[in-house]
């Protein structure tokens, strides 16, 4: 079975472990229990609820992620397994080892097939000039993106979905902005399982660099992916006007995780995708060879089936 996010948004309620179970309660009445093994990220979006260091533990132990979330669904803390590979310590030298101009190679590649997907959401909109005017920086980015052509096709890439009276707010508590933090959040976090299940450490990223985020590489390796939240929220405000989530709203967003992503070994669910992607880049590091980091590709027959939300 594939294993699915759980949010728990809900105040008031304790979290613990029952047997092989989560079990939710609120007083004395239980509400429900889910199999630990059927959790993929455990997501915490409530601002009081009290949990038993049992189920977190157990969680850690399964390489399940618990991520607390803050104002606006933005994460505050991932929790993840410390060691979440046998091979930790060797992977550990591994990438610290990596040099410079590798790390320069790989982010240059992640770069390019983030502004690929975002041409890619624009033209499944219709919208083909606006593609082609952003594949046509695809070949500007350089080793490093020192010319910071991310940053320019994001410009375009807004006007181009939203409009130019919309501006990407990461502190905004309602509207478009707090659907993309939520839908972010859920992207994080299945990243961030990848990385750990890898062997790798999440803090050490190839171009994020900063002291007071642990998850500099889990936000270089999901850039490629923003564009997929993007459009779910995109196609879910064309049903509704945006204000504040609503648990109908919280849980077509996590399906996010469920969309079919193009592999070397076929298609697969992007939080299985994303594990394959996070071996490439260990196995990029190990041989010093950037040409064998595999980004799971975005299907575009059936991106718009995926992330168009039921009939409310």
């Known amino acids: 079975m594939l294993r699915k996010i759980l949010e728990i948004s809900r105040e008031g309620l304790f979290i613990s472990k029952q047997r092989g179970f989560l079990r939710i309660q609120h007083g004395s009445d239980i509400l429900g229990e889910v199999p630990l093994s059927d959790i993929a990220v455990l997501m915490l979006t409530a601002r009081g609820i009290t949990l038993t260091k049992e189920i977190l533990v157990s969680l850690n132990q399964l390489g399940t992620p618990v991520i607390f979330c803050g104002k606006s669904y933005l994460p505050e803390s991932i929790m993840c397994p410390m ?4 091979e930790f310590s060797g992977r550990l030298k591994i990438q610290i080892d990596t040099s410079l101009p590798l790390r320069k190679q ?8 983030k502004i690929g997907n975002q ?7 219709g919208k083909h000039k606006e593609a082609e005017a952003l594949k046509s920086i695809i070949d500007d980015v350089n080793s490093g ?3 910071n052509r991310e940053a320019y096709a994001a410009k375009l890439y807004w006007d181009y979905l939203f409009g130019e009276s919309f501006t990407r707010k990461t502190d905004s508590e309602d509207g478009v902005n707090s659907y993309l933090n939520y839908g972010y959040a859920i992207l994080r976090s299945a990243v961030a399982r990848a990385v750990s299940m890898a062997g790798l450490i999440p803090s050490l990223g190839l171009h994020h660099i900063s002291k007071t985020n642990n998850y500099c590489l889990v936000d ?10 993007d459009l779910f929220v995109y196609f879910l405000a064309g049903t509704k006007e945006l204000k504040e989530l609503s648990s109908s709203d919280k849980s077509h967003l996590a399906n996010i995780s469920q969309l079919d ?3 070397p070994k ?3 669910p992007l939080i299985k995708a994303v594990e394959s992607y996070a071996y490439s880049l260990f196995e990029s590091f190990r041989e010093k060879d950037s040409t064998l980091l595999c980004i799971p590709k975005i299907i575009k027959e059936n991106i718009t089936e995926q992330t168009s939300p039921l009939p409310f």
Not at 83 to 86: I, V, W
Not at 106 to 113: A, D, Q, S, T
Not at 220 to 229: N, T
Request: avoid cysteine; proline fraction near 5%; aromatic fraction near 10%.
């Open 145 to 147: 993106d020192t010319t």
């Open 119 to 125: 041409a890619l959401a624009v033209d499944v909109l």
């Open 261 to 263: 992503l193009d592999t």
């Open 83 to 86: 060691f979440g590979n046998y």
């Open 220 to 229: 270089d390796l999901m850039e490629p992916f923003r564009p997929v939240v």
């Open 106 to 113: 790989l982010w240059k590649i992640i770069v390019r097939e």
């Open 266 to 268: 076929g298609k697969s």
